[in-house]
Nanobody, 127 residues
Framework: QVQLVESGGGLVQAGGSLRLSCAAS????????MGWFRQAPGKEREFVAA????????YYADSVKGRFTIASDNAKNTVYLQINSLKPDDTGVYYC????????????????????WGQGTQVTVSS
C-alpha cells in the first residue's frame, strides 16, 4: 500500500522560507515521478512543482519559478519542496503526489497522472 506523508508546513512571515518533506512508502520510490500541488481556501487544487523518476528533470508553475525548488532523495524515499521568498498568496494546503506510471518520459503536471496523494500540510504566510 502506497503511503505519502507530508511534513514541514507552518506559519511564516512574508519573505520567509520553509522546507516541506514528503516521505513515501509502499513501492519503489526511485521508479516514479513525484509532484507537489496546493489548494488555497475557496480555490481549486493547483500544480506547484514536479520531478521525474530519475531526478534529472523538474517543472514548476510560473507563479513559483525562482522561489520554489523540488528535489528527491532516493536513499530516504523522500521528496522535498524548498519554498523561499514566501508570499501571502502561497498560503494553502500543500499536497505531495506520486505518479501512477513508472519511468514516465516527461515531468507530469496534470493531477490525473498522479495516483497517490498525501494528507497535506498547511502553509500559512502572514503579511
Amino acid at each position: 500500500q502506497v503511503q505519502l506523508v507530508e511534513s514541514g508546513g507552518g506559519l511564516v512571515q512574508a519573505g520567509g522560507s520553509l522546507r516541506l518533506s514528503c516521505a513515501a512508502s509502499g513501492r519503489t520510490f526511485s521508479s516514479y515521478g513525484m509532484g507537489w500541488f496546493r489548494q488555497a481556501p475557496g480555490k481549486e487544487r493547483e500544480f506547484v512543482a514536479a520531478i521525474n523518476w530519475s531526478g534529472s528533470s523538474t517543472y514548476y508553475a510560473d507563479s513559483v519559478k525562482g522561489r520554489f525548488t523540488i528535489a528527491s532523495d532516493n536513499a530516504k524515499n523522500t521528496v522535498y519542496l524548498q519554498i523561499n521568498s514566501l508570499k501571502p498568496d502561497d498560503t494553502g494546503v500543500y499536497y505531495c503526489a506520486g505518479d501512477q506510471a513508472p519511468y514516465r518520459r516527461y515531468v507530469a503536471a496534470a493531477p490525473h497522472t498522479y495516483a497517490y496523494w498525501g494528507q497535506g500540510t498547511q502553509v500559512t504566510v502572514s503579511s
